[in-house]
């Protein structure tokens, strides 16, 4: 139900729009995103904690563009950014400031200066450090910033652990027994509001249990606070929960909404919840065409004019990720391949050994599950020109990014005077 179904014909569409016609009128490769699971996703997830008051940023970084944010900024959404380029996105879309929450161990006075000038909810604070300088850049400008404590429960995710984030070892967040100490720092610092407490433990979450256990001790630091004289506005328990590439069985948003607001049960903090792949990771596909069939003694690749630039998971996290014809012929039969990019390193690589059915060249190719962390994380490595981007809704399409062009690889870049004769 991602709305990239096959019709009688044995033709892949985006909704209603076969993904032959978007690859023939802008080219491959190309993000396809289909504008109805993006919508039903959002809604599910927001709806699965309507019973507590709770606000839904979506995690910007797993999808920027501006399409998408608009889309869900008028839905009611607002926005996780962990830069000043996503605030700088989420303002242009339109997300209204006071849905905006900033995290990140590494922000710079400026970027802080300018989430204050636009008047942001919260920071999301994850050092003393960072904290000392949110307090002077603050006053400085002689307002307050609204400070969340990020802390680390030290829990174990399970999950790939270049995206666990919540064990004591990790980057992220202050140390959960250094909470109270902090919150007590940001409360006697004058540029500083503490308003709330924030975890986010880690990404392509398949269980409930490691989020519930970090919840349970956030809510015990608040209520410490609490009682220590600082009641809190709100709890953020970060994004995380995982999708299905492969088999994995990730809870329904549901199951963790009921979990989550069974625990908020008569509490008076707003809850605010940072999703990303679970609303845009199965709502997008990277559309690629087939370059050759190599045949060499040992394997077959089928050599694809997507790269791990503009897909990195497979390289990065040896993830999984389904590839469909776009045309089936159920006729050929399959065979097995490794599935690989022009780029010149053995890590562009897709797929080892996947059994597909029988492609030529020439033929597309869907590779699925591409719609988080796939265009966000693209590069222009081997001056390769990021994709363009389409947006679909119903028979409609459109492209919301055009392909790069060669003069916007070089912009920006000058010659020094010594080399021009000057
Ligand atoms: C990446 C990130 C998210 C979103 O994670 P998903 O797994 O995409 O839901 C939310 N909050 C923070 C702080 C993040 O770094």
């Not at 309507?50 to 606000?55: F, W």
């Not at 603050?138 to 790939?160: C, E, F, I, S």
């Not at 970090?214 to 009682?227: F, I, Q």
């Not at 679909?392 to 004769?421: H, K, N």
Request: aromatic share 6%.
């Amino acid at each position: 139900m991602f709305h990239f179904d096959y019709d009688a014909t044995g033709q892949l569409l985006a909704e209603e729009v076969p993904l032959q016609k978007i690859a023939a009128e802008l080219g491959t490769p190309t993000y396809v995103y289909a504008e109805a699971t993006l919508t039903r996703h959002f809604r599910v997830y927001d709806q699965a904690f309507s019973a507590h008051s709770h606000l839904v940023c979506y995690a910007v970084k797993a999808n920027t563009s501006g399409a998408l944010l608009s889309l869900f900024a008028s839905m009611g959404g607002g926005a996780d950014i962990v830069s000043g380029g996503e605030l700088f996105r989420a303002l242009r879309a339109g997300v209204p400031t006071d849905r905006i929450v900033f995290s990140g161990v590494g922000k710079t006075a400026e970027e802080m200066q300018e989430a204050l000038d636009a008047g942001i909810l919260s920071f999301n604070v994850e050092s003393e450090p960072e904290l000392l300088l949110l307090d002077q850049v603050a006053r400085a400008r002689g307002v307050q910033a609204p400070v969340a404590l990020r802390v680390n429960p030290n829990v174990d995710a399970k999950t790939h652990p270049y995206i666990a984030t919540g064990l004591k070892e990790s980057k992220f967040g202050v140390p959960i027994t250094e909470g109270r100490r902090l919150a007590e720092l940001v409360v006697r610092s004058p540029g500083l509001r503490l308003t709330g407490l924030d975890c986010h433990i880690g990404s392509q979450l398949t269980k409930l249990g490691p989020t519930l256990e970090a919840l349970d001790s956030v809510l015990a630091l608040a209520d410490e606070l609490r009682g220590a004289g600082h009641p809190l506005e709100h709890v953020d328990i970060g994004g995380g929960l995982g999708i299905t590439y492969s088999g994995e069985t990730p809870p329904h948003p549901d199951e963790l909404g009921q979990a989550v607001t069974a625990k908020m049960k008569g509490r008076p903090e707003l809850l605010i919840l940072e999703p990303g792949r679970v609303i845009v990771g199965n709502a997008g596909i990277l559309l690629s065409r087939v370059l050759y069939v190599k045949e060499t003694k040992d394997r077959t690749f089928l050599v694809l004019d997507a790269a791990m630039n503009d897909l990195i998971r497979p390289s990065l996290y040896q993830a999984h990720h389904e590839i469909w014809p776009v045309e089936r012929h159920p006729e050929r039969g399959n065979f097995t391949v490794d599935v690989v990019g022009p780029i010149c390193e053995s890590g562009d690589t897709f797929a080892k050994a996947r059994t597909l059915p029988r492609l030529l060249a020439g033929e597309l190719v869907a590779i699925l599950s591409a719609g988080a962390y796939g265009f966000s994380m693209a590069s222009t490595y081997n001056s390769r020109r990021r994709a363009a981007e389409v947006l679909v809704s119903g028979d409609r399409f459109c492209a919301i990014r055009a392909r790069e062009t060669y003069e916007s690889l070089v912009a920006g870049e000058t010659l020094p005077p010594w080399q021009r004769g000057a």
